[in-house]
């Protein structure tokens, strides 16, 4: 059963964007949850660029009032934020994870959610004050760090475990157009109003 969820989830993330580009995108997710633990295996210096289009940086996390929050300070601080000179103590400029993948004509996508913390997301999407405080928050976090979009990873809508509801089918779709609407009012207010903002989900099916 792990391995169809795993094949639909892939499937789901990916056929979009088959069906309207006539290349296609790679895209690898970074798991930021104890990096430091694992000794900084793989730093933004170390990625393979060449082969990737899309990166998505995993995971913030949604907060019962709809706010969204990292889950590893100290990861998010060295990744997004760039490296620190040893002798200065400043930050290096172009040192970040998103500098390095930009150079390389790579995306990078935050993604919120994900199997440990998607307990909150139906209480959000419930609710038209958090659906626009979620939203807000996640607009921050792309002029902060300088994403280029959010990637939601709901898992999932309607499941009980995870504090589903049957409602949850028809408040995701009222939780993607409030984000949509608040990255497009967004692009008014930052430097490049050209840039796209992009928005995608992983979800699954169930027959």
């Known amino acids: 059963m792990k391995k169809k969820i795993i094949i639909l989830w892939m499937l789901i993330v990916f056929y979009p964007v088959f069906l309207h580009s006539q290349a296609k995108e790679i895209i690898g997710y970074y798991f930021c949850r104890k990096w430091k633990e694992r000794n900084g295996l793989v730093v933004p210096r170390t990625i393979p660029y060449d082969k990737l289009t899309i990166i998505n940086y995993a995971f913030f996390k949604p907060l019962p009032t709809g706010e969204i929050t990292g889950i590893d300070t100290v990861a998010d601080s060295f990744l997004l934020k760039g490296e620190i000179d040893s002798l200065s103590g400043k930050r290096i400029p172009g040192t970040s994870l998103i500098d390095f993948a930009h150079r390389n004509n790579v995306q990078v996508m935050l993604s919120i959610g994900g199997w440990e913390d ?90």
Not at 127 to 138: H, I, N, V
């Open 118 to 207: 998607s307990d909150n997301f139906s209480q959000i999407a419930s609710d038209s004050g958090k659906r626009s405080t979620f939203a807000k928050s996640c607009v921050n976090s792309i002029k902060t760090y300088g994403f280029d979009g959010i990637d939601i990873d709901w898992e999932f809508p309607c499941y009980p475990s995870h504090n589903g509801k049957p409602q949850d089918k028809h408040n995701f779709t009222l939780l993607l157009q409030n984000l949509r609407d608040s990255l497009n009012l967004s692009l008014i207010h930052i430097s490049e109003p050209t840039r796209p903002l992009y928005i995608s989900y992983a979800v699954f099916c169930l027959k």
